[in-house]
């Protein structure tokens, strides 16, 4: 079964850094392009960040610009989501994709096939 894995939620304070990682399991990830998403409390599903297919493109939300890096190693099928200076606003539950666009901000409202589970991030004191 086709599948994408998530690990590294927590608890950390304002300020802090998490670095969250997503394993594809049976597909090729780096055929794909991938991005990362947010689902605040009481809140819609937030695209953050994407990259194409092979990398070429990169895209950011404006609410993580600056603080959030999205990587990929192919070598592990695996993708990353680097996050630094993190705010309260932050919190909700993160969630992995696969098998969307990735060109501008307009796609990361775009369709993904693949998703993951989805971990928790907590920014608290």
């Known amino acids: 079964q086709l599948q994408l894995v998530e690990s590294g939620g927590g608890l950390v304070q304002p300020g802090g850094s998490l670095r969250l990682s997503c394993a594809a399991s049976?597909?090729?990830?780096?055929?794909?392009?991938i991005g990362w998403f947010r689902q605040a409390p009481g809140k819609e599903r937030e695209g953050l960040s994407c990259m194409s297919n092979g990398g070429s493109s990169i895209v950011y939300a404006d609410s993580v610009k600056g603080r959030f890096t999205i990587s990929r190693d192919n070598a592990k099928n695996t993708m990353y989501l680097q996050m630094n200076s993190l705010e309260p606003e932050d919190t909700g539950v993160y969630y992995c994709?696969?098998?969307?666009?990735?060109?501008?901000?307009?796609?990361?409202?775009?369709?993904?096939?693949?998703w993951g589970q989805g971990t928790q991030v907590t920014v608290s004191s």
């Open positions: 994709a696969a098998g969307g666009l990735c060109v501008t901000q307009e796609d990361l409202l775009s369709e993904y096939t693949y």
């Open positions: 049976k597909f090729t990830l780096d055929y794909y392009g």
